[in-house]
Structures are given as structure tokens and as C-alpha cells.
């Protein structure tokens, strides 16, 4: 995976497509995620709530530098540190610096994307601090020097054999698919690693401007382990994550769980006020939080504002025909599906990503899913407008849809196209590749409006 | 009754036959039909590809042909939602066109739309034969709200089995330029389709859009599969 390169979208999902067990293991994990939504949704007001989750996410984007300024002071009244990041290099500046402050060696890292996005881990090994991940599907992808292929689902893309066979080369167990087996073998490791940790790394859900709270929803547990066991938490999380209130709360715990893996609610909801408190039970002693710009406040001004509205639940990436074919590798940057094309185009440039904006068959299934209604579609095509007026769109389509523009203006040049098609069928089959024009019928002898002459 | 009939350039130009099956079914209901000859294509592998500038002139285009006041009628819901939804879109800074375009946009109604809520067809003695599947096609589900009038149709065609196709709404892939642009997963979402459809052990596998039918014929083609493609039009024509 390189950053620094145009990515190649077409490449990547034609490898992918080839590989039978990663198209397997991504059509049972989107199938099941999917039939759960379905269902899980079925319980609840699923238009009623997303239009009011929707509207108070809204409501966020519109005061942004209020709520974000609210939030950095009540955060800061309840205890945390609150720093600011412009971009990714200045965030794992940050959190390198409290980390060596502490004198850190090894910190258990919570899931987040977040921190993906700025590669955090491979920076903090460079600077010789250890870093692990607890989330299993983490850990997974960890061992095997991947990277998530989906935001909820990390090794979405393994089956159980491969992690069997993962497990057995690089922990010297022995062999075993066993689901259950391959969930203990890590528990056990992992538990030694959040009690030894000299510091916690997480991501955050949500960050509530009236508390200064942080909001953290996971299944497995590790992520109220390495927010309150080690003595020292940095969470790290992007500026859109503002809610108001904690009244707002319930509406998104409503609706992320079931998004995401069609749980009613997940096993933990942590709310994190400040640091540890004299008489508290639990806690960090200390807490830093590291708000990540990374051309956030760009995309607040422009008029893709609402891709910021996402609370990464990954339903959209569930429903894509295309996602669930060739897998989130493929896309080439840390988010992949519906809402990765949109925001990896919108964070590092259209002119590195735009072959992005062509993984979408525009069906729709994205915008019928999101909880927070953000009309995908339209933002991709919106992108697909943006490419075209940046001059990024290759010189033959532009040559093409010139001649379509002319063609489509006179009914005597289109007839005389479609005749011409016709009579050199055979030609452009030859010079149309078989993937293309290998696969569309002969055209008719006869137009269908040759017969009204 | 008089209609328009708006072809689409894929039935112009790869089939014919769709057009035909329509003018059949206009035919035995005594409505009255105009082809209007200037017509080309709705704009829309320009729109979805981002041209936008071009797709405007495909539109203006359109909307310069499908004067008067008749209802227009398409057999692809695709198209349709790019008159009804694309050209409003387009023309968004400019009042004048704006208003033109929705006022076309009133107009038009894709096939079965038509059949169902104006001429109410399904509540007419149709006979159809052979066991029957049914792909619901992206736009014409999830821009034009047409879900139930195809299957009211098909329930209407007396001797016919309608079978239900597992994940009937999952996009086939055909994308318009998406086939070109990224065909190898157009191939595979086409025969994941032509899979789902074989599954359902029906001879034949209809729908409202050429584009879509084109793509899951390519895919059964590919599984060497005798299920046979036809237009839902076609089924019509055939038992009224």
C-alpha cells in the first residue's frame, strides 16, 4: 500500500477478484452483516431515527468551531490534555512526545481508524515504542503486516484457516480453526500485554461538546481495558466526532451497533470523562486527547460537507456490489467501500485517488443503508464532476464524450453512428477488447426508429 | 389515449425487439403512439460519467423533442430517472431550463409504471407461460420508487410461474460505463447474478432495463446457461 502514488483501483480489484478464498470469506461476512442490519432494523424506526441522527450531525457541521471549542474546554475542565493535530505527521508528533515523556515502551492500542490514517504504528516502531493491537481482528491483521480491509471488520477478508495458519507460524502454537480456540490463544496473550503496557492508545466513537466526553463502543472489551489499565490514555480521533449533548447519545447507540453488526447495542458503551479522579475506581491517570485535522476543516467549507455527517459504521461498504467483490485492500488507502471512495478522494487529492470515484456502479444500495443519510451516490458523482473539470479524466474519454455530446444533438448523426457500429462491428469487437465490446450484442440490421421512416 | 415513446438508444440500436413488444402491447390497448423521429439518447453516460456539459446538451437536446403534453413513455427505469432526476439536477442554476425540465419530468413514466397506474394492465386477462424470475434494476427501484408495478404484471400473466430471485436488488454490475470502465467486476457481480438466477430454476429471467438484461445475459452466457433474457415488455406483448 503506497500513499504516494496515483492508486490503481482497476489492478488491485482484478487480483482481488481472482482470489477465490477472499472472495469467499467477503461475500459470507458482507451476507451476514447485511441479513443481521435487516433484521436488527426491522426493530426500530430505522427513516425516523437516521432523519434525526442525520439532522444532529447536521447540527454539528453547522457550529463546528463552537462545539469543538466546547468541547477542548470541557475536556481540559474534566482533566485531559487536549491537543490539536493539523495532520497526521503532527499527531504522531504528539503522541510520540507524551508517549517518551512517560518513558513508554509498550502501549496496547484500542481500535482506530484514525490512527490508520496517519499510520501511527509503523511511526511509533520507527521511534523504538512498541505498540499492540487488542482488538482481535487488529491483532490478526497486526501479525500478518496487513492493514484493515474493512472499519468495523479488520481481517474481514481471512477465513479461519488462514488465521489458524497465522496464529501457528507466528505465536508457535499449534495448529488449530477452531474459532473459539484461535479467540483464546490471543485473550491469553493479549491480557499479559494490557498488564504490562505502559500506556493505552484508542480511538473514540464520539466526543461530547457539553461533557468533554468521550464516547467508545466496542464487542470484545479491550477497549475499556487499555483506556482504564495502563496509567496513561491518549485517545486519538478526528474533529467531525462532536455530538452536543449526551442526550444525543441514545439516537446513534441506536443506530451504530445495528449499522454496523445488526446488534441491538454492543456488548461495551464506555463514556470517558477526564482523567481519574481522587476516589475514582478506574481510570487512566492521565488522559490526552489528540483532535486530527488532516484536511477536515477543507472539506467543512466545500460543498461534500456531509461526508463529514459518518460515524464509520461500514453499512455502506456491506450493501456494495463492488466492495464485497474485491474487498477494502483494493482501495488502495485506509477507507475502502461507498464512503472511502468519497473521503480518500476528499482527504489526499483527487489527483492521487481519482480512480477511485469508477468503484461504484452507482446503484444506490449505500444511500439506502446510512444511518446518517449522506447521499453517497451523489457525492461520487459529484467527484466524478470534479475529476472531470480538474482535467483528471483521461484525454480519449474526454475526445469520446465530446463526439457523444455532438452525436446526441442530431438523431441523423446518431442513426449514422449506430449504422456505422453496425457495419464495423467486427472491427471495434477486435479493437473493443472482449471484456468490453466483446460482450454486448451485435447491434440490430435495423434501428428500431428506422422503422417509423 | 396518445403516448410518446422514448426508445433508448440500447433498444435503438441492440434491441430492436423491446421496441417492437412495446408497440404491440400499445397496440392491442388502442393507445395511440408518436415516435418522436429528432430523439437520441437521455444523456446519461455522460451525466454518470461526470461530463456533465455534454449530458446538458444530450438534455436540452431532449427536451427540444419531447414537446406537447402526452406522457412519455420509456421501457427502462434507468432513463426515465435520468429525465425525472438527472436533467432537474442539471439545470439547477438555470430558472428557465429548470422549469422545463420538470415539467418533462411530469411527463414521463418508465413502462411499467405506465401499464400499472394508467392503463392499469394487471387488472386486465393476460396469459403468459414458463416458470419466471425477475432482476429489479437499481434506478428504477431505488430512484423511481418502482418496485411492486413489474411484479404486479407479472402475477397478472395468467399460466405464467413467477419465481422470486434471491437478492433480486443487488446491482448486476452493467453500471453503463462501469462495464467499461472496470469490466472484470461488471463480469463477476454478472455472474454472480446469472448464478442467483439459475438457482431459481426458472427458463426465463425479465426485468425493465436493456442495460441490466445485457449484462445478466453476458453472465449467463458465461455459466453456459439455457435461461433465456427478455425484456419484461416482451413478456407482455407476448399474452395480451
Keep these: 500500500m503506497s500513499t504516494q502514488t496515483s492508486l490503481n483501483f482497476r489492478a488491485n480489484a482484478a487480483k482481488a477478484i481472482k482470489d477465490a478464498p477472499l472472495r469467499a470469506s467477503m461475500r459470507n461476512a458482507a451476507d451476514t452483516f447485511g441479513t443481521r442490519r435487516t433484521s436488527a432494523m426491522s426493530a426500530v424506526d430505522f427513516e425516523a431515527l437516521r432523519e434525526k441522527a442525520s439532522a444532529i450531525r447536521m447540527k454539528v457541521l453547522d457550529n463546528h468551531a463552537a462545539y469543538l471549542e466546547q468541547f477542548t474546554t470541557q475536556a481540559t475542565k474534566a482533566g485531559a490534555t487536549v491537543h490539536r493535530a493539523h495532520d497526521a505527521a503532527a499527531a504522531n508528533q504528539i503522541i510520540t512526545q507524551v508517549l517518551k515523556n512517560h518513558g513508554v515502551r509498550m502501549a496496547a492500542k484500542g481500535k482506530s481508524m484514525v490512527s490508520e490514517e496517519t499510520h501511527l504504528n509503523e511511526h511509533l516502531e520507527k521511534e523504538g515504542i512498541e505498540v499492540v493491537e487488542t482488538d482481535l481482528g487488529e491483532y490478526i491483521i497486526q501479525l500478518d503486516g496487513e492493514t484493515p480491509s474493512h472499519i468495523i471488520v479488520p481481517a474481514i477478508h481471512k477465513n479461519r484457516q488462514q488465521i489458524g495458519k497465522l496464529f501457528a507460524d507466528r505465536l508457535g502454537v499449534p495448529y488449530s480453526e477452531d474459532p473459539q480456540v484461535l479467540t483464546k490463544i490471543a485473550r491469553k496473550v493479549l491480557r499479559e500485554k494490557f498488564l504490562t503496557a505502559d500506556a493505552g492508545i484508542s480511538g473514540a466513537n464520539f466526543a461530547i461538546a457539553e461533557s468533554g466526553s468521550l464516547v467508545i463502543v466496542t464487542n470484545e472489551g479491550n477497549g475499556r481495558m487499555v483506556t482504564t489499565v495502563p496509567p496513561l490514555h491518549i485517545a486519538i480521533l478526528s474533529i467531525e466526532k462532536i455530538l452536543p449533548s449526551l442526550k444525543d447519545l441514545p439516537t446513534f447507540i441506536r443506530l451504530l451497533p445495528r449499522s454496523a453488526t445488526g446488534q441491538a447495542i454492543s456488548t461495551y458503551v464506555s463514556i470517558i470523562t477526564g482523567a481519574r479522579k481522587p476516589g475514582d475506581a478506574t481510570g487512566a491517570k492521565e488522559l490526552h486527547i489528540v483532535l486530527l485535522d488532516n484536511g477536515r476543516s477543507e472539506i467543512l467549507a466545500g460543498e461534500m460537507r456531509e461526508m463529514l455527517k459518518c460515524i464509520r459504521c461500514g453499512a455502506c461498504m456491506n450493501v456494495c456490489p463492488v466492495y464485497r467483490t474485491v474487498g477494502g485492500h483494493s482501495y488502495g488507502w485506509t477507507y475502502p467501500g461507498p464512503m472511502g471512495i468519497v473521503l480518500t478522494t476528499l482527504l489526499t487529492g483527487l489527483k492521487k485517488s481519482h480512480p477511485l470515484v469508477d468503484a461504484s456502479t452507482l446503484c444506490g444500495a449505500c444511500n439506502e443503508v446510512c444511518p446518517v443519510k449522506i447521499p453517497l451516490a451523489e457525492l461520487i458523482l459529484k467527484q466524478r464532476v470534479n475529476r472531470v473539470s480538474e482535467g483528471l479524466s483521461p484525454s480519449k474519454i474526454n475526445i469520446g464524450m465530446g463526439l457523444f455530446q455532438i452525436a446526441t444533438k442530431s438523431s441523423f448523426l446518431f442513426s449514422l453512428g449506430e449504422r456505422l457500429a453496425n457495419m464495423f462491428w467486427p472491427i471495434m469487437r477486435m479493437f473493443g477488447g472482449k471484456n468490453v465490446v466483446g460482450r454486448l450484442p451485435h447491434p440490430a440490421k435495423t434501428a428500431f426508429r428506422r422503422r417509423f421512416k | ?240
Design chain 2, 1 to 240: 389515449m396518445r403516448v410518446q415513446l422514448f426508445g433508448t438508444c440500447l433498444v435503438d440500436s441492440l434491441y430492436p425487439e423491446v421496441g417492437e413488444a412495446v408497440l404491440r402491447i400499445f397496440k392491442k390497448l388502442g393507445v395511440e403512439v408518436s415516435f418522436p423521429p429528432g430523439q437520441t439518447c437521455c444523456g446519461q453516460p455522460a451525466y454518470n460519467a461526470g461530463y456533465h456539459q455534454e449530458a446538458k446538451g444530450a438534455a436540452e437536446h431532449f427536451l427540444s423533442v419531447f414537446t406537447g403534453t402526452d406522457p412519455i413513455v420509456t421501457p427502462s427505469g434507468s432513463c426515465a430517472a435520468m429525465v425525472k432526476h438527472g436533467y432537474p439536477e442539471l439545470f439547477r442554476n438555470d430558472p428557465k431550463m429548470l422549469a422545463v425540465a420538470k415539467s418533462v419530468a411530469t411527463r414521463v413514466y418508465e413502462l411499467s409504471q405506465f401499464l400499472v397506474h394508467v392503463l392499469r394492465v394487471h387488472e386486465k386477462n393476460l396469459t403468459g407461460k414458463g416458470k419466471v424470475t425477475y432482476h429489479s434494476s437499481c434506478h428504477l427501484t431505488r430512484m423511481l420508487g418502482v418496485r411492486e408495478e413489474p411484479l404486479l404484471l407479472l402475477k397478472a400473466l395468467k399460466g405464467l410461474e413467477f419465481v422470486p430471485l434471491p437478492d433480486a436488488v443487488r446491482c448486476c454490475g452493467f453500471g453503463g460505463m462501469f462495464m467499461a470502465k472496470l469490466p472484470e467486476i461488471s463480469i463477476a457481480l454478472a455472474e454472480e447474478k446469472a448464478d442467483k438466477v439459475i438457482s431459481t430454476g426458472a427458463d426465463t429471467v425479465t426485468g425493465c432495463d436493456a442495460g441490466c438484461l445485457m449484462n445478466i445475459a453476458d453472465g449467463l452466457k458465461r455459466r453456459n446457461s439455457a435461461v433465456k433474457v427478455k425484456h419484461i415488455a416482451q413478456l407482455i406483448a407476448e399474452g395480451i
